[in-house]
């Protein structure tokens, strides 16, 4: 049965960096495109980054150059290092896996993901 859990949530000040890390547990991690979903309070769920198996890469606008989504095959870990962050970027964090490259690195949205993870809270306070 495929899993995602996340890890790395956490409360930053702004301007602060935080790492989030996924581990997938699948016997076929090449498989899939991972991603990072937000989800703000009171807001829809947003696509924040996604990589495939190859590693092509996508980045929701506000955050391209701020924030960088890398994998590790041997692992089977997805990890987003966040950089400069502001109020913006607070809200939970899910991880996702989606099968191939149907969305991915073209677009990241809800409708193309296979597998979620239960979700990493983000809070970026002074």
């Known amino acids: 049965q495929v899993q995602l859990v996340e890890s790395g949530g956490a409360s930053v000040q702004p301007g602060n960096s935080l790492t989030l890390t996924c581990t997938m547990r699948?016997?076929?991690?090449?498989?899939?495109?991972l991603g990072w979903f937000r989800q703000a309070p009171g807001k829809e769920r947003e696509g924040v980054s996604c990589?495939?198996?190859?590693?092509?890469?996508f980045y929701l606008g506000s955050v391209e150059g701020r924030f960088t989504i890398s994998r590790d095959n041997s692992k089977n870990l997805v990890s987003l290092h966040m950089t400069g962050v502001d109020h913006g970027d607070s809200g939970v964090y899910y991880c996702a896996a989606e099968i191939g490259t149907r969305l991915c690195p073209r677009e990241w949205k809800e409708d193309g993901v296979d597998f979620w993870g239960k979700g990493a809270l983000v809070t970026v306070s002074s």
């Open positions: 990589i495939t198996a190859d590693g092509k890469r």
């Open positions: 699948t016997t076929s991690f090449n498989f899939y495109s």
